[in-house]
């Protein structure tokens, strides 16, 4: 614990290179934090204070030091960010963070999920799951259009009986369940 | 030693041959459904249950705690291959398991765990042996004020896992406390951050937030990074633990069970807390710190172990008291119940052979799950050789059947998505995702007991430090804290 | 060009994922007898919790009794139960789902100011009761329920008393309708929540709690191994076993039970009602349920159709103005 300096990144920040935008981001972070701490306080001060309660610590004191901690903590943040503090961004196995953020992809693998929230009820899971896999599948590179889908149907309805039907956990099987 | 004899009877019991197969059949069925996205032991206990209609009483307990304990385990596969943690005692296992399982060190980090699993048990069922009954008795003197003190301990003796930047683990841990922030107040029961929706109301459960940020979270950030072109598949690699792995586990596979095994015997424990507290301690003791967020074999060790032997730990509490401390244990009591058996102080005298064949079955359960997983540890490290489109796409998919399969509710797609995206922003700002899972579970049990233990005293503080406990807790926070400085104050005095 | 076969292939994984689950799933339609084909029974709690306890008991006693078969049970937790009570009046008119329920529904719509109540939904029959109890540690200085109305009724707040519901749940009720019978005021009342059984049991032997209210049957065993003691029972009669009195006859003038029964979803025709209120009322026949009430400890207490219908709306009642009282409804 005591080894470690108070919270100056400086040793992760590029020295070169697009600094404005990084450092606008960054204060960008700043901001949720202090809007999200703003908004636990907003929600604490909301909760009525008219039932019976007991001893000094109410439903609303813990939230109210979260988000003024918060509040607190994302001002810090920005100072540091100012100074020139950086966060460093994750590195990993099949991540290279030195490539700009690939947003095509990104979107793509949101559209297949939300596809699948908006899908689920009403087509039911096996499709709405199908949809999610081919969808994340294609938006991360894979281009076999034959395998792709027969893969993702098959996953889906692997998925689909082992639940509904082995288990007993009930999962919505389509528009055609009691027609057929 | 009556218990020993008791024992002996119990082992005659299980080892006959019906009984072995149905142990064998519950740790199979087990680790297959708690695999499963979404169904954590409990569950799997609670869908397993007419699968037991029609055998007589002694060969269905036999076959729980095969379940049980093949639940427990088959959340922590999961954890360490997909970084998707089946359950809640499996959190911690994905933060060391996966990086190992990544850099192809999976049978390694498969293996870590299943041994680990082995010896939190047999450790922890021994104690259960041995100490039942003085445990019991000591675990009903344990208040609010003890259980907020320790959660105090657990604060503090973690921060070490805040990460490189104060600043931003703090960060972390604050959106951590905000999401177990949301739902209605046990004490009270007013809403809290749910927006109105009836959804929110039970919270955010810690399993949904750990696979938001790990699985969700990471599929997306590498979606916005993918390392294009020569990406090789992930090497599988030897499929036994070397020599040098187990000089560095066999110790946390021995200190597990003492954290563990008491946490999982109090009536407020659980096993989130102690597989933290295991992952902290580790990572201080490691000589090889530095690996530690890359794949350091110790962090798998551990909290395996100490899960393993928490669950034995509950076993004790709810054999001699009666008295179900996790859910899986209320889903075994109800069991019970259905045999018309009434668990509790006079369990033990009332159905000896019961009882003695259940606890010799766990000894049993315990081999044959390490008999089964060791050597399935290389078969299923070889499923991250698929290419990584299918990988991540199936990482999404194995997190949305468990976020939906539970609740059928859409809504929990969207928590989950929400939370995902939060951990790609983390992941984008360099905060630390370990902090915000420990806020996540810390946060509401803190302040529950706090506030239980406020109200018991109808508003006095003496009511949190009235108990040798707390106050003993209190004293070595203190130590915790002033040791540092003092070491450095030992130092310049030296100089 | 693979763009042909790239069709076909979605096509068929098309044609696979809309096809193959009706087909599977395909199960007699036969209506013979009491069985509902199809049947789901709905729990709006945990595995292991109360409700859950009831319906899948009752279940297995149907499927073994040959009343219906695969009855399948499903959980759906959240918010006290009304998560679950949205999902059942949001199915309206289906005559193949039940929900498993009982009184701490009924504080729960208060408590979570839920937009779908219970009268919105076709109750089938309560199945049983239990009456709560009021019992302290072996170590405790009340030695009769007196002892522990002249101490509370002195100083209420310094006497907290610990119960296994959330506010609006029947553990917190039953100490505020006792306090309101003492002249005690119930905002006056300590009551200190525990998560279920396990914690709270744990609190009130060790002494933690001044004393405890909840089910009978969560104590049972701990009063017969000489570990909690008894001062009252809270219902109507005595309950077998357990040597303590009534309230009634402790000179406090409330009587309490809690009690747990089905409900099904708005809108039902006749004939779908007719056939869930009779197949309930069939199970309380089956030697298989009669049993299982003997095992669980459970008081049988069955009542159908629209006579529950009008006790729902009398504990409604009760409940609402408690809650008022606290300002919790």
């Given amino acids: 614990m005591s080894e470690m300096t108070h919270g100056h990144g400086h040793e992760h920040g590029h020295e070169h290179g697009d600094r404005t935008p990084v450092r606008r981001s960054e204060l960008g972070l700043c901001a949720f934090l202090l809007v999200l701490g703003g908004l636990v306080c907003v929600d604490a001060l909301r909760i009525p204070d008219d039932f019976t309660r007991r001893g000094p610590v109410g439903p609303e004191a813990v939230p109210m030091l979260v988000g003024g901690l918060l509040v607190l903590v994302s001002v810090l943040l920005a100072v540091d960010v100012l100074r020139g503090g950086r966060g460093q961004a994750e590195a990993g196995e099949d991540i290279d963070p030195d490539t700009p953020a690939d947003w095509r992809t990104v979107a793509m693998l949101l559209a297949a999920f939300l596809a699948n929230v908006a899908l689920i009820g009403p087509l039911g899971f096996p499709i709405a799951m199908a949809v999610l896999f081919w969808g994340s599948v294609y938006a991360l590179g894979s281009r076999d259009m034959v395998r792709d889908p027969l893969l993702a149907a098959g996953l889906s309805l692997l998925t689909w009986f082992v639940f509904d039907r082995l288990l007993g956990v009930p999962l919505p099987g389509g528009p055609l369940m009691g027609v057929l | ?495 | 060009m693979r763009q042909p076969r790239a069709w076909l292939a979605a096509l068929g994984a098309a044609l696979l994922v809309t096809c193959v689950p009706p087909l599977v799933s395909g199960g007699d339609d036969r209506t013979t007898g009491t069985a509902i084909p199809g049947l789901r029974v709905l729990v709006p709690n945990a595995p292991g919790g109360g409700y859950d306890l009831t319906a899948r008991t009752a279940v297995k006693a149907m499927e073994e009794a040959g009343l219906s078969k695969n009855i399948e049970v499903f959980n759906l937790p959240g918010a006290g139960g009304t998560v679950g009570l949205g999902r059942i009046v949001g199915e309206r008119g289906n005559g193949r789902l039940a929900m498993s329920m009982g009184l701490g529904v009924v504080g729960s719509v208060h408590t979570n100011r839920s937009p779908s109540t219970l009268a919105d939904t076709t109750p089938v029959a309560r199945l049983i009761e239990e009456s709560d109890i009021v019992v302290v540690g072996k170590n405790s200085p009340y030695r009769t329920i007196q002892d522990l109305i002249r101490a509370w009724s002195a100083r209420p707040r310094s006497v907290p008393v610990g119960g296994g519901s959330s506010p609006g749940g029947p553990d917190h009720l039953a100490p505020m309708l006792m306090a309101r019978a003492a002249g005690v005021p119930p905002r006056q009342v300590n009551y200190v929540p525990f998560d279920g059984g396990g914690e709270l049991t744990a609190s009130i032997l060790g002494g933690k709690v001044g004393f405890g209210m909840t089910g009978v049957g969560e104590t049972r065993d701990q009063i017969a191994a000489g570990e909690l003691r008894p001062l009252a029972v809270t219902g109507a009669r005595r309950v077998p076993g357990i040597d303590a009195p009534t309230l009634k006859e402790a000179g406090l003038n409330v009587e309490f039970t809690n009690w747990r029964g089905i409900v099904a979803p708005p809108g039902l025709s006749d004939r779908d009602r007719d056939r869930m209120v009779a197949l309930w009322t069939e199970l309380q026949r089956t030697e298989q349920w009669q049993k299982a009430l003997r095992d669980n400890g459970w008081t049988p207490a069955f009542l159908p159709g629209d006579r529950f219908r009008a006790f729902i709306a009398a504990e409604n009642g009760r409940v609402a103005s408690v809650l008022k009282e606290l300002g919790l409804a």
Avoid: C
């Fill in chain 2, 1 to 495: 030693m009556d218990a020993f004899t008791h024992l002996l009877d119990g082992f005659g019991t299980a080892l006959t041959p019906a009984h072995l197969a149905f142990a064998a059949i519950g740790v199979i069925l087990g680790t297959a459904i708690g695999v499963l996205p979404g169904i954590g032991p409990a569950m799997a206990v609670a869908l397993l249950l007419p699968v037991t209609y029609g055998l007589d009483s002694t060969a269905a307990f036999i076959m729980f705690a095969g379940i049980y304990y093949g639940g427990m385990f088959g959340g922590s596969t999961t954890s360490i291959l997909l970084n998707t943690p089946g359950e809640s005692a499996a959190v911690v296992t994905a933060i060391e398991g996966n990086p190992m399982a990544r850099s192809g060190r999976g049978p390694q980090a498969l293996a870590a765990a299943a041994i680990g699993h082995f010896v939190g048990g047999m450790v922890g069922t021994t104690a259960l042996v041995l100490l039942a009954p003085a445990v019991a008795s000591v675990a009903v003197d344990i208040g609010a004020p003890d259980y907020f003190a320790i959660m105090v301990l657990a604060f503090v003796a973690v921060t070490s896992v805040l990460g490189a930047s104060r600043l931003r683990g703090l960060a972390s841990l604050l959106l951590g406390l905000t999401l177990g922030l949301v739902g209605l107040d046990q004490m009270t029961g007013q809403s809290r951050l749910t927006f109105g929706t009836l959804h929110l109301s039970d919270g955010i459960d810690v399993v949904l937030v750990a696979v938001g940020l790990f699985a969700v979270g990471e599929a997306l950030w590498v979606a916005a990074h993918l390392r294009h072109g020569g990406s090789s598949p992930i090497p599988v690699g030897r499929p036994w633990l070397s020599r040098d792995d187990l000089r560095r586990t066999w110790k946390p596979w021995l200190r597990g069970p003492l954290i563990g095994f008491p946490f999982g015997a109090v009536p407020a424990g659980g096993a989130e807390i102690p597989t933290f507290l295991s992952y902290a301690t580790e990572k201080r003791l490691s000589k090889h710190r530095d690996e530690f967020g890359k794949g350091a074999i110790e962090g798998v060790a551990g909290p395996e172990s100490t899960a393993s032997a928490s669950a034995a730990g509950t076993m004790v509490t709810m054999l001699t008291l009666g008295l179900p401390t996790t859910a899986v244990a209320a889903v075994m009591l109800a069991a019970f119940q259905q045999y018309g058996i009434q668990p509790g102080p006079l369990l033990f005298q009332r159905e000896t052979d019961l009882v003695w064949g259940l606890i010799a079955s766990l000894f049993v359960g315990t081999v044959l799950l390490l008999l089964i997983n060791l050597p399935l540890a290389p078969v299923w490290a070889k499923l991250l050789r698929i290419p990584r489109p299918y990988l991540y796409g199936g990482i999404l998919f194995f997190a949305s059947v468990g976020a939906y399969a539970v609740g059928g509710d859409p809504v929990d797609l969207v928590v989950l998505l929400l939370i995902g995206l939060l951990g790609f922003a983390m992941r984008r700002f360099g905060l630390p995702v370990l902090p915000a899972i420990l806020g996540v579970i810390l946060g509401p049990g803190a302040e529950l007991q706090m506030r239980r233990a406020l109200q018991i005293s109808d508003g006095s503080l003496t009511g949190l430090v009235n108990s040798p406990l707390a106050v003993a807790v209190y004293a070595v926070v203190a130590v915790l804290l002033a040791w540092p400085l003092a070491r450095r104050l030992v130092r310049a005095a030296r100089r």
